[in-house]
T-cell receptor
Framework: AQTVTQSQPEMSVQEAETVTLSCTYDTSESNYYLFWYKQPPSRQMILVIRQEAYKQQNATENRFSVNFQKAAKSFSLKISDSQLGDTAMYFCAFMKRLDSSYKLIFGSGTRLLVRP | DTGVSQDPRHKITKRGQNVTFRCDPISEHNRLYWYRQTLGQGPEFLTYFQNEAQLEKSRLLSDRFSAERPKGSFSTLEIQRTEQGDSAMYLC??????????????FGPGTRLLVL
């Protein structure tokens, strides 16, 4: 069974600075996807960034980038130039490729506070 | 595209009562998921529909839970004889057909259930 671990329950960063959120996962699969989802307070979850395991290049989306270390089973999220609107719960998630259901397996989340 | 919608947004019920939640996915999304999220945790997979067929159910989905998706459009999740442990946020997500960004799930705002 796959598991996803986020070891940082809470983090804080000053506006305009950079912060990195950690995620590790355990799987015997070689073909899978990894995701970071953002859940703002009282708002719905939205996709931040996605990584396909067979791609060596780290995914980037504007101020968001990942450091994907497949051998180490590590998938960290870097947020550059943090903005107040980045305050949210961040969930790392795993999806087995070609799974029968494409279900997501989530970590327990990291609460990020961006300070003005 | 109005996004995934869920109704009601909040539900308070007494232990032993039945409750039903509704999810309307993004149009043309043939795949639909239900997740449960308890306080301080990441969402956990409950069940998955492809069109009208329920293809996978988690062991979390006890016999008090039933989900349907008639005609492959909206879905309902019913909990019978509610227990206090059922208190959680129930999230619905949908994703496009296979081959069209299939791995990305779009989440609704959730239904927060409180069982007294």
């Amino acid at each position: 069974a796959q598991t996803v671990t986020q070891s940082q329950p809470e983090m804080s960063v000053q506006e305009a600075e950079t912060v990195t959120l950690s995620c590790t996962y355990d799987t015997s699969e070689s073909n899978y996807y990894l995701f970071w989802y953002k859940q703002p307070p009282s708002r719905q979850m939205i996709l931040v960034i996605r990584q396909e395991a067979y791609k060596q290049q780290n995914a980037t989306e504007n101020r968001f980038s990942v450091n994907f270390q497949k051998a180490a089973k590590s998938f960290s999220l870097k947020i550059s130039d943090s903005q107040l609107g980045d305050t949210a719960m961040y969930f790392c998630a795993f999806m087995k490729r070609l799974d029968s259901s494409y279900k997501l397996i989530f970590g327990s989340g990291t609460r990020l506070l961006v300070r003005p | 595209d109005t996004g995934v919608s869920q109704d009601p947004r909040h539900k308070i019920t007494k232990r032993g009562q039945n409750v039903t939640f509704r999810c309307d996915p993004i149009s043309e999304h043939n795949r639909l998921y239900w997740y449960r999220q308890t306080l301080g945790q990441g969402p956990e997979f409950l069940t998955y529909f492809q069109n009208e067929a329920q293809l996978e159910k988690s062991r979390l989905l006890s016999d008090r839970f039933s989900a349907e998706r008639p005609k492959g459009s909206f879905s309902t999740l019913e909990i019978q004889r509610t227990e206090q442990g059922d208190s959680a946020m129930y999230l619905c997500a949908s994703s496009p057909p296979v081959g069209e960004g299939q791995e990305t799930q779009y989440f609704g705002p959730g239904t927060r259930l409180l069982v007294l």
